[in-house]
């Protein structure tokens, strides 16, 4: 199903479902399409392919989706996009984290269909063939991570949390990096990390 | 240099940056569920509901009207795979409960239907509408429910070989000038690596490839081999990179042959991502245990009585144990020692290693134990540690082949600033914030195990490592490239290392903390025969004497005096006269005392550790000592642990900026286990009630503060020839004592349980 270049008939209609998923919606949306009530009637098959266009790192990718897949499942399974990584699926982890924008999204709780015309930027539109973002090179120089699971979605996050302003201090970093877990507890490595970085981001 | 790469010391090499870090902040670092899969079908589990019983049907239509479901797979139709033995039996396997085998149901969030659909969406809304009837048979959870049975581990464990006991314990106990009786309980603890237990399978005709997170590709690749019945050179295991492990990664889980044999049937690659709940059921765990320490001391606080009763649950079907009496009675002097370590049996998923399996638990009780020893002597604890210091363990009598827990208790004191402890317990606040002190020993046995490796070495200086070791974020490129840019003499950046791969040559498991000195002395090994191959074309009438081993690198001038009498190689030169453009070489490495089946049991994927306590004539531990500072609130009685400070001594330190990094977050996972970390059991269904990331708490940014790792100066020529103790699973152990007797220090009140949530404290 990745990358259909074709137009397809589809049976669902994504205007109405978007209608329902704009904007700060998406969460709750996303978490009720995956523990839907398995006994409910389908009105209309979700697994009939939807065309959708995702704008990733700058590029435009068309696919044709499950209505159900999540900006997670798109990029990993379709685009072969595997730098964001699964490790609960339930916005709980953060290893999925992605910007949509400029804001830090868990991607396993976002839909495909409602990221569409928006800017995705994963880990891999970070560097340049040559360099790395300052975000990645602190992340080296400050051994910023053990197992590098978490890592993509750390950085992604780091780079949010300089952006929003919320770097200013140790407390502020480690308060606003909480929502990525590292289960190699690389954190201080990682507080050490955004403050290297932090002047860099904020200069652009 | 910055915090991260600490100034390296004596014996210590180079804080350099992870060989792998630029593919890990870059996601160009391939997990198992990364691997690029031509048309993958993708797999979704069903798990039981009940945690005892059995399977009266399944309703699938509902499940198979679902669209683009392929198959779906119960113990009516499940691939027939054959028994899967328990490592510790020879086998490979973490559990032989062995799902989609029958009707019977072993314990909740067992396996027992495979739903696989064109896509991932597919499957997980078939495998919701999968229906299943059960008989349900009330289960035994946990100690002290109904149905549960006990008995001593020695003698239903093959690997739990004694009770370790010396002298006479119940004449000393009686006679001693003081005694402390108490008893400590430990939770069950789930591993939570962040990547899940994912399983893809390929087959090309008879080969088949597993893409797999794995800490030990060799017994993956065997254990599967052998459950299909088919050759294991038709098995193929690839991680090259292990998103964390912990333990949980060890041993086979009956997923893998069960993919592996669909994915057969199919005739189509399969791609399984289990959900984070179901690891919780269907891999390994800690178990709870329970602990009761009695210590009879002199007044002056010499130990002369020490016992140490522990039991711990496993399954109905396995008796898995840890029995860290074997550290615990051999950790201090004392002439009179007894043990008792006991297996409770319930409906349960077979426990299995995580990150310090025996230490966590039993050092918990023994230094929670020697810090009431102290209060009990109003002696400072780490005074009654010094008295108590020994070169020899107790039990045998057999030396220390090294040991600075002292040297590391008197660096970490300074550093923390125990001096400024006012001993008596809530005597020291801040505001609101009662404040205490507290420390612990910690120790962890050096462990090695036979292992290969293959090198490789161009003219240009250009070097390849292969072996088949691990990536679980330890740092195993990054000291594999150095052992060998170190041995041969080249440039660290002209090094490329191959791991993670059962093609490779073989290398032990990733477990019990051997890899480092096993696989990088393998490498040592391996580039010796290179420098000697080289030597022998340029000097054929010389023998590179064992001084110019040491000393002399290739194609590098010779620094010390010892080595200006020896020529040192001109690597051009050695391969014009080799003739050669490439030279490689392969061999095979074992420690002192491994079996004689060492060579042939590492190709067949069974890891002989040899080391700890267990060899012939010495004892192996590395050190180290811990201290923190916790804070307890005297109104809402929240706690935090602001600032935890280790001082460790594990040998020759590879890589002090990876070595500081490991023993940093193994402190940080001592504070969870104290403060944070247990699977709560729901005592009527035996299920694990907290099963995902928000309710089985693990330590964020935010719970962290400061952490300080300082790194001992020490060598040990008796070990292997790395020098180098593992020190992986060392920071995690006794800070849980520490922090409950910093708890006991900041309010007076002694807490044997853990975790410690502030609804435990009684201010």
Request: glycine share 8%.
């Amino acid at each position: 199903m990745s990358d259909q270049s074709s137009s397809r008939p589809s049976g669902f209609d994504r205007r109405a479902f978007m209608a329902g998923a704009a904007g700060s919606a998406l969460v709750p949306l996303a978490a009720r399409a995956g523990t839907q009530d398995a006994r409910a009637p389908l009105a209309q098959d979700p697994a009939l392919p939807v065309d959708v266009t995702l704008r990733v790192n700058g590029q435009d990718k068309r696919l044709s989706l499950d209505a159900r897949t999540t900006v997670l499942d798109a990029l990993r399974e379709h685009l072969k996009l595997t730098g964001s990584k699964k490790g609960c699926d339930h916005g709980q982890c953060g290893a999925c984290t992605v910007l949509i924008g400029d804001r830090r999204v868990v991607s396993c709780l976002t839909l495909a269909l409602a990221a569409e015309g928006q800017e995705i930027t994963t880990i891999e539109g970070l560097a340049t063939s040559d360099r790395l973002h300052p975000m990645q090179q602190a992340f080296v120089d400050n051994d910023a991570f053990q197992c590098g699971y978490c890592t993509p979605g750390q950085i992604m996050s780091a780079i949010a949390c300089v952006k929003e302003g919320h770097a200013g201090t140790d407390a502020d970093i480690r308060e606003y990096m909480s929502g990525n877990i590292c289960r190699c507890a690389a954190y201080p490595n990682i507080v050490a990390a955004v403050k290297q970085a932090a002047p860099d981001i904020m200069k652009g | 240099m910055n915090a991260a790469a600490p100034e390296p010391k004596a014996n210590m090499g180079q804080p350099v940056p992870r060989y792998d870090a630029a593919a890990k902040v870059t996601g160009r670092a391939t997990y198992g569920s990364d691997m690029p899969m031509d048309n993958p079908a993708y797999a979704f589990l069903v798990t039981s509901a009940i945690a005892r019983g059995r399977i009266n049907g399944f309703d699938l239509d509902d499940a198979r009207r679902v669209r683009g479901v392929i198959d779906i797979v119960t113990y009516e139709n499940a691939p027939k795979l054959k028994e899967a033995k328990l490592f510790s039996n020879g086998g490979y396997a973490g559990t032989t409960i062995q799902p989609l085998k029958s009707t019977d149901i072993a314990h909740e969030g067992e396996i027992i239907a495979v739903v696989v659909a064109e896509s991932y969406e597919a499957a997980r809304e078939a495998a919701n509408r999968v229906k299943v009837s059960y008989t349900a048979v009330a289960p035994s959870a946990s100690f002290d429910s109904p149905g549960t049975t006990k008995a001593a581990a020695k003698g239903q464990n093959a690997q739990f070989k004694e009770d370790p006991q010396v002298g006479d314990f119940a004449k000393a106990f009686d006679e001693a000038e003081v005694k402390l009786t108490a008893s400590y309980d430990t939770p069950t603890q789930h591993h939570n690596p962040m990547e899940l237990f994912s399983t893809s399978c390929v087959w090309m005709g008879d080969d088949l490839v597993i893409y797999e997170p794995s800490q030990y590709v060799y017994g993956l690749k065997n254990g599967v081999a052998e459950q299909l019945g088919i050759d294991a050179d038709k098995v193929r295991v690839v991680n090259p990179y292990v998103g964390g492990g912990f333990g949980s990664r060890g041993s086979m889980t009956p997923r893998t042959a069960i993919i592996a044999g669909i994915a057969r049937r199919l005739n189509r690659p399969i791609k399984l991502v289990p959900t984070r709940d179901q690891g919780f059921t269907i891999a390994t765990y800690r178990a709870e245990t329970r602990h009761e320490i009695k210590l009879g001391a002199s007044r002056d606080g010499r130990l002369v009585a020490l016992r140490h009763e522990g039991a711990e649950v496993s399954s109905r079907a396995d008796a898995y144990c840890v029995g860290g009496t074997k550290t615990t009675t051999r950790l201090y002097a004392c002439p009179n020692v007894d043990s008792l370590v006991s297996i409770v049996r319930a409906d349960r998923n077979t426990p299995g290693f995580m990150r310090s399996p025996p230490e966590v638990p039993y050092l918990f009780a023994l230094e929670s134990a020697m810090d009431e020893l102290a209060v009990k002597l109003n002696m400072d604890p780490v005074e009654l540690r010094r008295i108590n210091d020994t070169t020899n363990e107790p039990i045998g009598g057999k030396p220390y082949t090294s040991r600075s827990l002292m040297a590391c208790f008197d660096e970490a004191a300074k550093a923390f600033g125990w001096s400024e402890r006012s001993a008596a317990p809530k005597s020291m606040s801040d505001g609101d914030w009662l404040i205490g002190y507290g420390c612990a020993a910690t120790c962890y046995p050096t462990q090695m195990a036979p292992s290969a490796a293959r090198v490789r070495l161009q003219r240009d200086g250009r070097t390849r490592v292969e072996i088949a070791g691990h990536e679980i974020g330890t740092g195993a490129y990054t000291v594999i490239a150095q052992t060998a840019s170190e041995r041969l003499g080249v440039p660290l950046e002209k090094v490329a290392v191959f791991i993670g791969d059962s093609d490779l040559p073989p290398a032990p498991v990733a477990g019990g903390s051997n890899s480092t000195a096993s696989t990088c002395s393998a490498v040592m090994m391996v580039c010796d025969q290179i420098r000697q191959k080289l030597f022998k074309a340029v000097m054929p009438n010389e023998s590179l004497t064992d001084k110019a081993k040491e000393t002399v690198g290739l194609g590098q001038a010779p620094t010390t005096q010892a080595a200006k009498s020896d020529r040192p190689l001109d690597l051009e030169k050695a391969f014009d006269a080799l003739g050669a453009g490439v030279v490689e070489e392969y061999g095979e490495w074992k420690p002192d005392g491994a079996p004689l089946d060492s060579f042939k049991a590492m190709h067949s994927g069974h890891a002989r550790l040899v080391g700890g306590h267990q060899m012939k004539d010495k004892i192996a531990y590395a050190f180290g000592a811990e201290f923190v500072e916790v804070r307890v609130n005297r109104f809402t009685h929240e706690i935090r642990a602001p600032r935890l400070v280790g001082a460790f001594a594990a040998g020759r330190i590879m890589n002090p900026r990876t070595a500081r990094s490991q023993l940093m977050g193994g402190l940080i996972w001592g504070m969870s286990s104290a403060l944070l970390e247990a699977t709560e059991i729901d005592e009527r269904t035996a299920r694990y009630v907290n099963d995902n990331f928000a309710d089985y708490l693990v330590p964020v940014n935010a719970d962290v503060g400061g952490v300080e790792v300082i790194l001992l100066s020490e060598q040990d020529d008796h070990i292997n020839p790395t020098g180098a103790k593992g020190l992986g699973e060392l920071a995690n152990v006794g800070t849980n004592a520490a922090i409950c007797n910093a708890i006991y220090h900041a309010t007076g009140q002694r807490i044997r349980k853990l975790p410690v949530r502030l609804e435990n404290i009684e201010v």
